[in-house]
Nanobody
Framework: QVQLVESGGGLVQAGASLRLSCAAS????????VGWFRQAPGKEREFVAGQWGYGGKTEYADSVKGRFTISRDNAKNTVFLQMNSLKAEDTAVYYC??????????????????WGQGTQVTVSS
């Protein structure tokens, strides 16, 4: 079992930055695929960013490319999402998730085995 706890969300103005953290426990997730997803009110959950295990390739949604960066600190068993130049449309609950293997793409939410509880990001315009 893997437990994931997100933190770092908050209320910021458009143009600001936030760094979300996803602390994992139970197992080392350095070899897991990791993804960040978000869900805004009244909308479906959507993929934001992901990275394959072993420090593999990253992938981003078109809407966040050039603004968001996913990274890991394997020593702390933690995954980060650096969010710059935030926009009002980035407002959502952000979730991190992990899964072992590579049976599906990073953006395929049903592939993920473990999910955090989410952290709220609100961007005022």
């Amino acid at each position: 079992q893997v437990q994931l706890v997100e933190s770092g969300g908050g209320l910021v103005q458009a143009g600001a930055s936030l760094r979300l953290s996803c602390a994992a426990s139970g197992r080392t997730v350095s070899t897991y695929a990791v993804g960040w997803f978000r869900q805004a009110p009244g909308k479906e959950r959507e993929f934001v960013a992901g990275q394959w295990g072993y420090g593999g390739k990253t992938e981003y949604a078109d809407s966040v490319k050039g603004r968001f960066t996913i990274s890991r600190d394997n020593a702390k068993n933690t995954v980060f999402l650096q969010m710059n130049s935030l926009k009002a449309e980035d407002t959502a609950v952000y979730y991190c998730a992990v899964y072992r293997g590579s049976r599906a793409g990073l953006a395929y939410a049903p592939a993920y085995e473990y999910w955090g509880q989410g952290t709220q990001v609100t961007v005022s315009s």
